[in-house]
């Protein structure tokens, strides 16, 4: 069977289309706003993908170290940025980061929380790397019930309840835990057309004390 990697690897050429389809542009654009980024500072972009949240700081003048387990996803984004500087491309797991401690001012992950094994040990990583002051900017699925997104977009998490989250932030040592709803949601169709569905989408927050 296939796992979460080989897929991301196969669908790597069409993400971007596919993710225009999933949620629109306005979701990067509230969890940068959250962030409070400001020009020259470092992010790591966890589960970048394609470099949807990674373009988005670039245009703010942020340097970005972007990180995914697929290569194939990575050759999309070093295409789409071959004249962009300030990108460090990061071939590795987001739960074992090869990034050192207190290294970054802010961390994204957008719709990479679901999946991850561990949600709280995954958040413990990122705020390892973060420096003190440095804030955490999760974008995700609140919780539903359609179990085709773990069979067919290979997701480990039918989304979250955003109480957990506020917790899971909190034990991870973050401050000034923010959880809210993004107002945007998450659409998707079931391969064989039966289900179409539209979920919550929220933004969480934290700043590392
Ligand atoms: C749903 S996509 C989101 C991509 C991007 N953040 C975006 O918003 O378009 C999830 C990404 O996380 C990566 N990924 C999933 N699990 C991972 C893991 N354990 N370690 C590293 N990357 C992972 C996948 O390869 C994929 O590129």
Known sequence: MM???????????????MRETFFSDRVRDKAIAAAGVRKGEVAADIGAGSG?????????????????QSQ????????????????????AGVED?????????????????HHVDSPPGALREW???LKPGGKLVITDMYEHSHEFLREEHHDRWMGFEGEH??????????????????????????????ESVEIRLFVAMGEKT
């Open 3 to 17: 796992g979460c990697k080989d897929y991301f690897d196969q669908v790597a050429s069409q993400w971007d289309a």
């Open 165 to 194: 989250v506020r917790q899971w932030l909190t034990e991870a040592g973050f401050s000034r835990v923010m959880v809210d709803s993004v107002g945007e949601n998450c659409c998707a169709q079931s391969d064989c057309g039966s």
């Open 72 to 91: 194939a996803m990575l050759g999309e984004m070093r295409k789409k940025f071959s004249l962009a500087d300030g990108v460090d491309y990061c071939c």
């Open 97 to 113: 980061l090869p990034i050192s401690d207190e290294s970054v001012d802010h961390v994204f992950g957008n719709m990479i929380l």
């Open 127 to 129: 705020a390892r790397i």
């Open 52 to 68: 949807f949240v990674t373009e988005g700081l670039l245009r703010e003048g942020l340097k970005v170290i972007a990180v995914d």
